[in-house]
């Protein structure tokens, strides 16, 4: 183990050096840090060390955690956490001592972490252990505490930490959100204390920790007459806080992040008691929160699987399709969106549309958005000309020579897309992508001559905010287009899922039935707001008729007039299109049309439910349970995608899982659709379906799969499947 090393130089001051071997960036193992408690010791015991700078081999000071040690220490049971994370609570508050008096607080050896880059979660708390925390500047350096957005929270000390240096006001973006900043505004923010020019870091650091004085080594929580900034709990200032914080925190969450809740109350609680107590509180909070499923259910999908998918745990083993040139034919609001996000990641952009001012108008939009970045001084002038300049926008498709991939975003008619598909053929032999969202790729691969080098990548709207992609395979797509995709989304720093043809892929596939099951419910009297609620309580981030109001009424009947003719007497959502087409008949087209489901003013604000509904499918007498709605909201998805592993649509639980939170916002507490499914269990599932399948159709009968799972008392990801995975 040789995680962490010292040397000594003539001054007495130790560098403690963190370097994990074989990996680019630093994290932190259960053997690294009892290795880096004994070098503490080490220098602490040897009277010729004055002082410790602790500091990193690598650009960056570390990641965060090995996801590995939170799997063991949840496998060993909820003691085994609680013990683990007092241990490290017990080696942290030594270096914070760092063998003063504990009476006169004098004596102790000057600590100070300097961090070269990037410092996160653990590699934060650590620092904040320290007397003092410099960085180097460097702007690309992240600085702070994500853990909440993986469904934990800082329970190495950081929590407690943090809340004691600011306050709870100032900590809670850093806590609550995982707010991360750079060097610059790590130290506005009160983060860490100094920032240096980077060939700085470890002289500023060395000559801190030689002129540090007793005063200098004592945290003002271990000082006499310590007040939290922004007062505790029942101090009036602090009231005011701890009352607010817990109604943002709810009216955010919904309550259904049990870490959102765990990291409040340590918060609350800890404050209240001394500091070594406040550390034991927040170490009960996180071992309850570690314990909880979700909170293994988030990690697995939203860091280990997420990360996996990205680097290409699904790509064919083909050469490196990495793209340098890109057409974009349809300069419209997604071809524009493609082109902005790929010349932002540098790659030279052909951008096409039919008429030059059709073209020119798509590349304005990047100009707004790279503007919008200047105006926020994200951008420089430079980063815009030079952005910019990687857009061509045009008419002529012979400057689409060289071009190794095309992605197609003309209108969503086959026709179109035929003539488009042998126009760019005639000039070009690249990869061929079609963005279509609801037509089958095999069929549009029919106008291609090269139906091997056809795929479907499917973005989602707005390109740059949205983070998943959904590649297609067709019926005949070689290799070397999925992998061409997949470098291609890798470049644009996306999110990728692989699957193959069938009708709305997988994220459309999924989220129609969730809307078209609100829709239904509104048919069969059931109060909108209770559906509206339900759906926003299991933590979904929309309801299903706002959701339809933000997609658009006629889209949503485009979509059930194709459906229906090409399922014939199948299709079975004759209910629902009776409150669809009526809502298009009465001119309710959602958002754009300033009226949906919802009502809007007159600047688009949504306002509330709309209350002329109520005329034509008045409210029933007798109102269903939420736990009944929240059912049929989270099963019609959640079916759906075990009926798209069933048929073969997707291949990996991993990708239906990723693609479900990152394409539509499916509950992310739960991990995504299998990820709940093995939470609640197979057995529970089935008596879900059965009961649901009784009281409202067939619709929701549990596929075989599901069935037999059931049956051998089995899950998706497999009791092991946490460890395997990290
Ligand atoms: P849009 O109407 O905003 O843009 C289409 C653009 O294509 C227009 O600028 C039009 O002038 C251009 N165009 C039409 N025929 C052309 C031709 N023959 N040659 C060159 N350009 C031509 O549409 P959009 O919303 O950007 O959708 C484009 C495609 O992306 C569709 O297939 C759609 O299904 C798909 N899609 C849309 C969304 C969405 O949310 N809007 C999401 C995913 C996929």
Redesign the pocket.
Known sequence: MTDFSMTTDADGVATIIWDVAAKSMNVMSTEAFALLSALVDQALGDAAVKGIILTSGKRDFAGGMDLNVIARMRAGGAQAIFDGVMGMHQVLRKIERAGMDPKTLKGGKPIIAALPGTALGIGLELPLACHRIIAADNPKAKIGLPEIMVGIFPGAGGTTRLVRKMGAMMAAPYLLEGKLSDPKGAKAGGLIDEVVAPEALLARAKEWVLTATDADLVKPWDAKGYKMPGGTPYHPAGFMTFVGASAMVMGKTMGVYPAAKALLAAVYEGALVPFDTALKIEARHFTSVLMNPSSTAMIRSLFINKEALEKGANRPKVPDQTVKKLGV???????AGIAYVSALAGIEVVL????QE?ADK?RAHSEGLLDKGVQRKKVTAEKKAEVLGRITATTDYAALAGCDLIVE????DPK?KA??TAKVEAVCDGVFA?????LPISGLAKASVRPERFIGI????PVDKMNLVEIIRGRETGDVAVAKALDFVRQIRKTPIVVNDARFFYANRCIIPYINEGIRMVAEGVEPALVENAAKLVGMPLGPLQLVDE?SIDLGVKIAKATRAAMGDAYPDGAVDEVLFWMADQGRLGKKAGAGFYAYDAAGKREGLWDGLAARFPEAAGQPELGEVQHRLLMAQVLEAVRALEGGVLTDIREGDVGAILGWGFAPWSGGPFGWLDIIGAGRALEICDRLTARHGARFAAPAMLREMAAKGTSFYGAKADAKAA
Do not use: L
């Not at 096409?352 to 008429?355: L, P, R, V």
């Not at 499917?458 to 709207?461: A, K, N």
């Open positions: 034919i349809g300069a419209g609001m997604m071809g096409i549309d039919a008429t059709a798509g975003a003309v209108f969503e179109v003539e488009v079609t963005n279509t969202s609801t499917h973005f989602f709207s997609t």
